[in-house]
């Protein structure tokens, strides 16, 4: 444990009472686990590993860890799975193209396990960048392929239709299909392609058979022939298989609200005969949008987290950015958004540093009163349905205290920093200095320049000064005269 914390933990354990958006109910609920002698059970969509992720999928896992962290922070145990969905998501979400991992094989001529491999690595590493916490568990779909066969067997006599193309879920034997999208309309429907044979259109492939002639980089025999399992089972049967059923919680981005969680919900329902939709609560975050719309891999272009790197950001810059705004709000995308949240993270690296030179006592045993009311303003903002933008607020008013023992005000802050994730005990303001990857001007020419413009201030040569800042500017580098560093770079985003 960080030195500082232990005085303050013990100050918000209790707190108030977590309440958290059911996006199935459209309502804030209280929470508890289902299960005190489990923890909490969460289930996490993951991603498709098919290409990079773009800053809108990771906004999903910043969410999620912060939920998990809040939850952790009320003093829950917790189980969180991920899965890596890597066979079956078509190129639709419903029922319509090809393999998304097979066409990403075939576009680059690498095997669909290599494929695989690289980009679950990337996304590990853009949570690493990002501090979000590995889960409990990775569960890999096509480690699973056995029991997505055994699940899809025991619903199939009751629940489900073969045509040529597969074996298909009938969405009228279960109750109130749908119920987690809300209305059934035309633009929902209109997502959904149309397949010959079909009951409804709102009925979804369960196995998808290999086309006569056509042999899949991803194939296992079935009782329904050769093919690859659906998008949606994959979920089904491994929240259930690892975390039970009924489960906890079950996150992902609103885009999944509409059609692949109401498919697991209905799937989850047939196998165990029953209404329950196999979550107590059903959590979602908003869609990242930039000024062209929601960000999307479906455009042809889009914004990682290397390139904010290569641009010089830090990556927690951007996790700052996420956690200003509430995770159900839709949230802008910009580069003066991304450069003002870098800029209160300076702010918080400088004074938090600042508070820990001075805190050479450790910390009291009585958390003083300011002290406990900023924590407990913190607790407040994270219990009702994480407000993190409030939780911040809670953070800059802690550290602009007077006159408090800075050893308990730095336990607090870090106390505080468990729930944010933005590293704040060991970031320094230096890590935070911009600095493109392709930048061409060094660390010692910008030294070098800044001390002759120095003396040139000092001579009160105005002009020689101004023409070796617009000089450095060129260059992409900004002087910044009250900065402690006297530099930064401007990046191009």
């Given at each position: 444990?960080?030195?500082?914390?232990?005085?303050a933990?013990?100050?918000?354990?209790?707190?108030?009472a977590?309440?958290?958006?059911?996006?199935?109910?459209r309502?804030?609920e209280?929470f508890?686990p289902?299960?005190?002698?489990?923890?909490v059970?969460v289930?996490?969509c993951g991603?498709t590993?098919?290409?990079?992720?773009?800053?809108?999928?990771l906004?999903?896992?910043?969410?999620?860890?912060?939920l998990a962290?809040?939850?952790?922070w009320?003093?829950?145990?917790?189980?969180?799975v991920?899965?890596?969905?890597d066979?079956g998501?078509?190129?639709?979400?419903?029922?319509?193209?090809d393999d998304k991992m097979?066409a990403?094989?075939r576009?680059?001529a690498?095997s669909i396990?290599d494929?695989?491999?690289h980009?679950t690595?990337?996304?590990?590493?853009?949570l690493?960048?990002l501090?979000?916490?590995?889960?409990?568990r990775?569960?890999v779909?096509?480690d699973?392929?056995?029991?997505?066969?055994?699940f899809?067997?025991k619903?199939a006599?009751?629940?489900?239709?073969e045509?040529?193309s597969?074996?298909y879920?009938d969405?009228?034997?279960?109750p109130?299909?749908?119920r987690?999208?809300?209305?059934?309309?035309?633009?929902?429907e209109?997502?959904?392609d149309?397949?010959?044979g079909k009951?409804?259109?709102q009925d979804?492939?369960?196995?998808?058979k290999?086309?006569a002639?056509?042999?899949?980089?991803?194939e296992w025999?079935?009782?329904?022939?050769?093919?690859?399992?659906?998008w949606?089972l994959e979920?089904?049967v491994?929240?259930?298989k690892?975390?039970g059923a009924?489960?906890?919680?079950?996150?992902g981005?609103i885009d999944?609200?509409?059609?692949?969680?109401p498919n697991?919900?209905?799937?989850?329902?047939?196998y165990?005969g029953?209404g329950?939709?196999?979550?107590r609560?059903w959590?979602h975050?908003n869609?990242?949008v930039?000024?062209q719309g929601?960000?999307?891999?479906?455009?042809?272009?889009?914004?990682t987290?290397?390139?904010?790197?290569d641009?010089?950001v830090?990556p927690?810059?951007?996790?700052l950015m996420?956690?200003?705004?509430?995770?159900?709000s839709?949230?802008?995308?910009?580069g003066?958004?991304?450069?003002?949240?870098?800029?209160?993270?300076?702010?918080l690296?400088?004074?938090?540093?600042a508070?820990r030179?001075?805190?050479?006592e450790?910390p009291p045993a009585?958390v003083?009163?300011?002290i406990?009311?900023?924590l407990?303003?913190?607790?407040a903002?994270?219990?009702?349905?994480?407000?993190t933008a409030?939780?911040?607020?809670?953070l800059?008013?802690l550290?602009?205290?007077?006159?408090?023992?800075?050893?308990a005000?730095?336990?607090?802050?870090?106390?505080m920093d468990e729930v944010l994730?933005l590293?704040l005990?060991t970031?320094?303001?230096?890590a935070l200095?911009v600095r493109?990857?392709?930048?061409t001007?060094?660390a010692?020419?910008?030294?070098t320049?800044?001390?002759?413009r120095?003396?040139?201030?000092a001579?009160?040569?105005f002009?020689?000064?101004?023409?070796?800042?617009d000089?450095?500017?060129?260059?992409?580098?900004?002087?910044?005269?009250?900065d402690?560093?006297?530099w930064?770079?401007r990046?191009?985003l």
């Amino acid at each position: 444990m960080t030195r500082g914390t232990a005085a303050a933990k013990g100050a918000t354990m209790q707190g108030a009472a977590l309440t958290l958006y059911n996006s199935l109910t459209r309502s804030l609920e209280p929470f508890a686990p289902l299960d005190p002698e489990k923890g909490v059970r969460v289930y996490s969509c993951g991603p498709t590993v098919y290409n990079y992720a773009h800053l809108g999928n990771l906004r999903a896992y910043v969410f999620t860890d912060t939920l998990a962290r809040t939850l952790r922070w009320k003093g829950y145990a917790l189980t969180h799975v991920i899965n890596i969905t890597d066979v079956g998501h078509l190129t639709s979400d419903a029922d319509a193209g090809d393999d998304k991992m097979e066409a990403a094989a075939r576009a680059q001529a690498k095997s669909i396990w290599d494929i695989a491999a690289h980009y679950t690595a990337a996304f590990k590493q853009n949570l690493k960048d990002l501090n979000i916490r590995e889960p409990s568990r990775w569960s890999v779909a096509t480690d699973h392929i056995a029991e997505m066969i055994a699940f899809a067997e025991k619903i199939a006599p009751e629940h489900c239709y073969e045509l040529d193309s597969g074996l298909y879920f009938d969405t009228s034997t279960v109750p109130d299909y749908g119920r987690l999208a809300g209305a059934q309309d035309d633009v929902r429907e209109g997502r959904i392609d149309p397949v010959a044979g079909k009951r409804h259109p709102q009925d979804f492939a369960i196995w998808r058979k290999s086309p006569a002639g056509e042999q899949r980089l991803m194939e296992w025999e079935s009782p329904w022939g050769m093919g690859a399992p659906g998008w949606h089972l994959e979920c089904s049967v491994m929240s259930l298989k690892y975390l039970g059923a009924p489960f906890d919680i079950h996150t992902g981005g609103i885009d999944h609200r509409e059609i692949h969680h109401p498919n697991e919900i209905a799937q989850n329902q047939a196998y165990c005969g029953c209404g329950d939709s196999g979550s107590r609560f059903w959590m979602h975050n908003n869609f990242l949008v930039d000024r062209q719309g929601k960000m999307s891999k479906s455009k042809g272009g889009f914004t990682t987290l290397q390139s904010l790197i290569d641009a010089g950001v830090h990556p927690l810059a951007y996790r700052l950015m996420c956690l200003q705004a509430h995770y159900r709000s839709e949230l802008e995308f910009s580069g003066e958004n991304l450069a003002a949240a870098l800029t209160r993270l300076k702010r918080l690296a400088l004074t938090v540093t600042a508070v820990r030179a001075k805190a050479v006592e450790p910390p009291p045993a009585t958390v003083p009163p300011q002290i406990a009311s900023m924590l407990a303003e913190f607790d407040a903002a994270m219990s009702d349905d994480l407000n993190t933008a409030r939780a911040l607020v809670a953070l800059d008013t802690l550290l602009a205290l007077k006159r408090i023992d800075p050893a308990a005000q730095l336990a607090a802050a870090l106390r505080m920093d468990e729930v944010l994730g933005l590293e704040l005990g060991t970031l320094s303001r230096e890590a935070l200095r911009v600095r493109p990857a392709a930048a061409t001007i060094t660390a010692e020419e910008i030294q070098t320049k800044l001390a002759e413009r120095k003396q040139a201030r000092a001579e009160k040569d105005f002009a020689r000064s101004d023409a070796l800042r617009d000089a450095l500017i060129e260059r992409g580098v900004d002087v910044m005269d009250g900065d402690p560093l006297g530099w930064d770079w401007r990046p191009a985003l």
